[in-house]
């Protein structure tokens, strides 16, 4: 993975990435910003990359809703400038996108040509930068994730285990579904698709939108009872856990209500099947408590 270009910085998904292929050139803010177009440009020089997969996102999801311009120049403008980088050096992109681009109402795992309809600001830039990115590279994977979490940055695990250590009741919506996803098994998936594209060379049917998340879906209550659970072999005393309604819980930016991705497609693609939400999550509760769970 010498020729690796990972962008991203020290955000959850890129320090995975570093983690699993620790030759590969990870970078970030200051020196490789979305606002600063120039940065691009010379990490891009600088690198010589072979591949890169970008990472590095506007993931405020609530502030964006008063920030938007910031959103779009982060999750449209700049991976748009990567992408004529790589068309003109002809080296594929792998893109990171969101679960967030579909409104989560039509009931069932969402595949990847079913209608996009974001219902948020974030969702909204994302996609801009999906299309974006297609349009203007005919080498661009665009993986669709959701709901991403690891032992380190900030995610839904670490808020919780960290919130327990404070109080010992939790109100977490129920009516929110998901594919809760590691980013240690995102990672593993994107090298794969890396590794098969250095040893094998491009092919034109790896270009497009796939879905690429956790296998199985759960509410945000749920993930939260399983946390703790797991939590427990560490000698967490889990807190009691109420279960509410979006309505209860009113946020800025509006979420999906059922945003669980198909990613069938993928696998028929790829070969490559992220693992069940379940059996990862005790790897990353380890991972944490070994580093200290309020770190």
């Known amino acids: 993975m010498r020729g690796l270009l990972v962008t991203g910085g020290s955000g959850q998904l890129a320090q995975a990435l570093h983690a699993a292929a620790p030759d590969a ?21 600088q690198t010589a990359a072979t ?9 405020a999801v609530d502030a964006a809703e008063t920030n938007e311009q910031a959103a779009l120049r982060a999750n449209r403008d700049g991976p748009a400038h990567l992408a004529r980088l790589c068309a003109a050096a002809a080296i594929p992109l792998i893109h990171i996108s969101t679960d967030y681009v579909f409104d989560g109402n039509k009931g069932a795992p969402y595949i990847e040509t079913d209608p996009t309809s974001p219902r948020c600001a974030y969702g909204r830039s994302k996609l801009a930068g999906e299309q974006a990115l297609l349009k203007i590279h005919s080498r661009a994977i665009v993986l669709r994730t959701s709901w991403l979490y690891a ?13 327990a250590t404070k109080t010992d009741r939790l109100r977490v919506v129920a009516d929110q579904t998901g594919c809760p996803t590691s980013a240690d098994d995102l990672a593993a998936a994107i ?5 098969r594209i250095t040893r094998d060379g491009w092919q034109d049917p ?4 796939f879905h690429a998340a ?13 946390i703790f659970a797991e939590a427990t072999r560490h000698g967490l005393k889990p807190p009691i856990v109420d279960a509410i309604t979006t309505a209860d819980w009113p946020t800025p ?14 696998f028929e693609r790829f070969a490559t099947r992220l693992p069940p939400w379940r059996a990862s999550l ?14």
Request: charged share 20%.
């Open 253 to 266: 930016a509006r979420r999906p209500p059922d945003s669980r991705l198909d990613c069938t497609k993928f």
């Open 214 to 226: 956790g296998t199985g879906g759960t509410t945000w209550h749920a993930f939260a009872k399983a």
């Open 206 to 209: 790896f270009a497009g939108i």
């Open 282 to 295: 005790p790897r990353i509760i380890d991972a944490i408590f070994m580093g200290r769970v309020g770190g």
């Open 25 to 45: 050139t990870i970078v970030g803010r200051p020196h490789f910003d979305f606002d600063r177009p120039e940065t691009i440009d010379t990490i891009f020089r």
């Open 151 to 163: 032992a380190t940055g900030k995610n839904f695990v670490r808020t919780m285990l960290n919130a």
């Open 51 to 59: 591949l890169v997969v970008n990472a590095a996102a506007y993931t």
């Open 191 to 195: 090298l794969a698709i890396a590794t």
